[in-house]
């Protein structure tokens, strides 16, 4: 979904780089992972089944319900996620793979990384419903722009340039990152229609939404008519933050 996003998978420590030599032969990967954000991993782990729905809200749909395995929700009896990614390069030595694309957060356990073979992985003359289309006439999610305030562009910018550790971006990366990261609605069902002004922050134009990106906190709104303008940024203090703004 967005094809800027990196990431490094690291090995656990009693892998060694042998097995992933080999994997810069191809030019995409599977990757296998747990939901680990997911709601209700607790009641799942414990054999609660009775309490997993068994439909949920479609945000594509504007919360019309479906099945959960007709959708690709994290919400499913078995907490196992599936994203296809491309490899940006792989490293023997330090035992990791960056990668390009992949549909996880920070922090994500993967299970499994299997390379992506075109002539089996991609099935000819395969069907799925116009709202699972990357693109369709009247996409709810789709935003009419992603714009910067003028302090907006600088908190980013003295945010990134603070960060810690050593960046898989530079800074016109990182921007081009963001701006596709919010080109969807990431809000929920419940946020984007059922409460369509969050409060006085919205009225405000301070940034009434946030998001963590590369442990850096974004503030942003969203006009009624789907224009996003990002107003503030930080680095993130700590892991609890970060987990109470992924939340939000």
Known sequence: LVSSARCTLTLRCELSGEFLDGLEQFSHVWVLFIFHKNTDIQRVFSGEYGGVRGKIRVPRLNGSKKGVFATRSPHHPCPIGLS??????????????????ADIVDGTPVLDLKPYVPFCDSVEGATAPDWVERKTADDPLQTMAVEFSEEGMAAVA?????????????????????????SRDI?????????????????????????????IDIAYDISDDSRVTIRSA????????ARRHDEE
Request: hydrophobic share 40%; proline share 1%; with cysteine.
């Open 84 to 101: 296809v990614a491309e490899i940006v390069s792989v490293d023997l030595k330090r035992r990791t793979v960056t990668l390009s694309g």
């Open 158 to 182: 003295t945010a990134f340039a603070s960060s810690r550790g050593v960046s898989l971006y530079s800074l016109d990366e990182f921007i081009e990152f963001v701006k596709e990261a919010l």
């Open 187 to 215: 809000r929920s069902v419940t946020q984007r229609v059922r409460v369509p002004l969050r409060d006085e922050r919205a009225r405000l134009h301070t940034g009434a939404w946030r998001v963590v990106l590369c442990d």
């Open 234 to 241: 930080g680095l993130v203090s700590s892991s609890a933050d």
